[in-house]
Nanobody, 116 residues
Framework: QVQLKESGGGLVQAGGSLRLSCAAS????????MGWFRQAPGKEREFVAR????????YYADSVKGRFTISRDNAKTTVYLQMNSLKLEDTAVYYC?????????WGQGTQVTVSS
């Protein structure tokens, strides 16, 4: 059974940092693309960042470029999202996604709240 479990969310002041983790199990992690998405209240889920399976090439939404960093540890089957210089508009539920081989899987999400 595939499981993606996010952790590391919480309440942080604007300008602060958080690191999210997503521990994966039950899938061939090293051969999957891994990504982070987020959904703010009343808004649609949006792409945040993605990391390619083997090369480690990364892609970011313009809104987080230069502030967020996605990384992966294939040995630990974990993907991370380092979030720096957080803004009020970064408040959302953050979801981990794994996709490859025609399948995709989502975690249950972790809440990030940025306060002024």
């Amino acid at each position: 059974q595939v499981q993606l479990k996010e952790s590391g969310g919480g309440l942080v002041q604007a300008g602060g940092s958080l690191r999210l983790s997503c521990a994966a199990s039950g899938l061939p992690f090293s051969s999957y693309y891994m990504g982070w998405f987020r959904q703010a209240p009343g808004k649609e889920r949006e792409f945040v960042a993605r990391i390619i399976r083997s090369s480690g090439t990364t892609y970011y939404a313009d809104s987080v470029k230069g502030r967020f960093t996605i990384s992966r540890d294939n040995a630990k089957t974990t993907v991370y999202l380092q979030m720096n210089s957080l803004k009020l508009e970064d408040t959302a539920v953050y979801y981990c996604k794994g996709y490859g081989n025609g399948a995709e899987y989502w975690g249950q999400g972790t809440q990030v709240t940025v306060s002024s």
